[in-house]
């Protein structure tokens, strides 16, 4: 007899930790955690060998999303954040996907994940290696693969990060600001480089458009740096929208070419610490 009773104790409880375990779940689903602003993520590179600071491996990535998901977030395309930018309503707790660089582990290792859980994303690409995707010292995109891509997901977004301005002049400046001096020794004039960035722009463009027919209109800058100058070149060209590297919210005020962003592809980034992350972000309603 006790033992009968010992089980029916068992029982109820494990009941009640299941019906606690689906309110709280809803609860948490329900949450608001912010409006009216979206959380930018983003990362660089998603392998499960290889190793650095911008690198993370599936699992980790994968259980970002989840958690995300779980707690209530809604993951929107770069069309709703664009019609956001332009005055339109978003879901609460917006989050949009971004992915730089336009390495091969994007096909092989997130596209994969995003297309399970329905997720959209903009991946920032190269353009240089969609030629010659081994050209680089971590396999990048083809072609082929942005158009497969493409055609199968069309939340799925392909934007700048521009053709060959990925790279650091001899002094360590970004290629995106700095004036280059060329194998004579001469430093390029102000009109050289103008030409420079806005030609790398349209280049971009062109090449993404090889496999991605759809409007180029957004720019990653590389390494997250430039100025007022860079600024008004690829506004030149018809970029519309730049991503940059500094930690924020987005919101309606965010000016459009120097959209923050928040670092979500470090190896020691939890699914925890980055909805943390996100909230320590979040801008306060103003009446």
């Not at 977030?73 to 332009?86: A, D, G, M, R, T």
């Not at 991946?123 to 199968?152: C, K, M, W």
């Not at 500094?246 to 070419?257: A, K, R, Y």
Request: hydrophobic content about 40%; proline content about 4%; some cysteine.
């Amino acid at each position: 007899m006790g033992k009968i009773v010992v089980k029916t104790v068992i029982l109820l409880v494990l009941g009640y930790a299941i019906i606690f375990a689906g309110i709280s779940a809803k609860e948490n689903t329900g949450a608001l955690w912010y409006r009216d602003q979206v959380a930018v993520l983003m990362y660089h590179h998603v392998h499960d060998v290889d190793q650095s600071l911008a690198t993370i491996p599936t699992e980790l990535f994968s259980s970002h999303l989840d958690y995300l998901i779980g707690k209530g977030y809604n993951f929107i395309s770069s069309q709703q954040f664009k019609q956001f930018l332009e005055g339109g309503s978003i879901p609460d707790n917006a989050v949009l996907v971004t992915v730089d660089d336009g390495y091969e582990s994007f096909f092989d290792h997130v596209y994969p994940l995003l297309k399970e859980k329905n997720i959209p994303a903009i991946n920032f690409v190269i353009t240089e290696f969609l030629d010659n995707p081994s050209g680089g010292n971590i396999p990048y995109l083809s072609h082929r693969q942005v158009e497969d891509i493409a055609s199968a997901a069309a939340d799925i977004d392909f934007q700048c990060h521009s053709h060959a301005l990925h790279r650091k002049s001899e002094s360590g400046e970004a290629l995106m600001i700095a004036r280059i001096i060329g194998k004579d020794g001469v430093q390029e004039t102000e009109g050289e480089y103008k030409e420079r960035i806005k030609k790398d722009t349209r280049t971009c463009i062109d090449s993404l458009n090889q496999s991605y027919p759809k409007t180029i209109d957004s720019l990653a800058y590389p390494y997250g740096i430039y100025d007022e100058l860079a600024i008004q070149l690829i506004k030149e060209e018809g970029i519309r929208y730049a991503f940059t590297v500094e930690e924020g919210m987005v919101t309606q005020q965010t000016d459009p070419w120097q959209i923050p962003r928040i670092n979500a592809g470090g190896p020691w980034i939890t699914a925890e610490s980055l909805h943390q992350n996100i909230l320590n972000h979040v801008v306060a309603a103003t009446k």
